[in-house]
């Protein structure tokens, strides 16, 4: 399959239509049989309000986040349309980044899935905070979930919890194949941290991961990384555990995941079933039985 992502290097739009002809320009149509797999950074839906001019004027990122909570409820669903759109016309599986949604009055860190006919099959929270995440009022999400995809069960994995080995394990016992991974860090991080989160739950887990990550400014936050596609080490060449990189110079990255060269490492070494998965029985049973081991 061919997963494809896009860090909005060089974009400049100012509106959801300049926006939309954006994107169209530079992602793949996927195939009528399977589509294709794209996945967008995090933040989006943030940089995008911020660039419309729907903000108004923040001084600080932290204060472009506390001004997204005060959007309509309208705004958000102009959003999910826009790539509802997007994902029938490109006949992709989409992810299209991360938003800050206000649901029952608490805001949440939220990431959604489109498929290729345009549907929207739900979306996954933020499961750990950050003491700094906590601060700004952000409320935590308590499950984690796989969707079934013509390329594999499929989970994602939003912001901060990349670091927190439970998510990957616990998507891993639910049977995902691949991880989506949108992710933001701030220009200057240390590439090893970047490497000791999705890179470190696909060696753990063995599953593909497609992380796309943010090279834009928000509100005089910058933030740049590359984009990584990451597989076990066993099937990359060099034993890298990357299939592919890119991102920072404003072209899409893509790759194809070589779903049988998968199965060969996982047969070799089937890593899961050397674990005892009744440990995470009552984390994960409103999202799937931990029995359930590739």
Known sequence: MQATTLS??????????????????????????????????????????????????PVSF??????????????????????????????????PGTAFVVEQGRLFHTCSLFSPDGDLLGSQRQLFLTREERKLGLSRGCELRVWETPFGRLGIIVGTDAWYPEAGRILALQG??????????PKGE?????????????????????????VADIAGQEFAAESLVHAPCEMTEGCTGIVARGGLYGSALSATLDREARR??????????????????????????????P
């Open 8 to 57: 909005f290097a060089e974009s400049s739009f100012c509106s959801p239509a300049e926006y939309q002809v954006w994107l169209e320009a530079r992602l793949p149509a996927g195939s009528p049989e399977m589509g294709a797999l794209l996945v967008l950074p995090a933040y989006l839906a943030l940089l995008a309000a911020w660039r419309f001019g729907d903000l108004g004027n």
């Open 264 to 293: 060969k490492v996982i047969t070799s070494y089937p890593l899961l079933r050397l674990l005892r998965p009744g440990a995470y029985s009552v984390i994960t049973e409103s999202g799937g039985a931990a029995s359930e081991i």
């Open 62 to 95: 932290e204060e472009a986040i506390s001004l997204s909570a005060g959007l309509p409820d309208r705004w958000h669903e102009n959003w999910l349309e826009l790539h509802r759109v997007l994902a029938r016309r490109l006949k992709a599986w989409l992810v």
């Open 176 to 185: 995902a194949e691949i991880i989506c991974c949108p992710g933001a860090l």
């Open 190 to 214: 240390s590439r090893w941290r970047q490497i000791s989160g999705i890179w470190a739950q696909v060696q753990q887990n063995q599953f593909f991961a497609v992380e796309s990550q943010l």
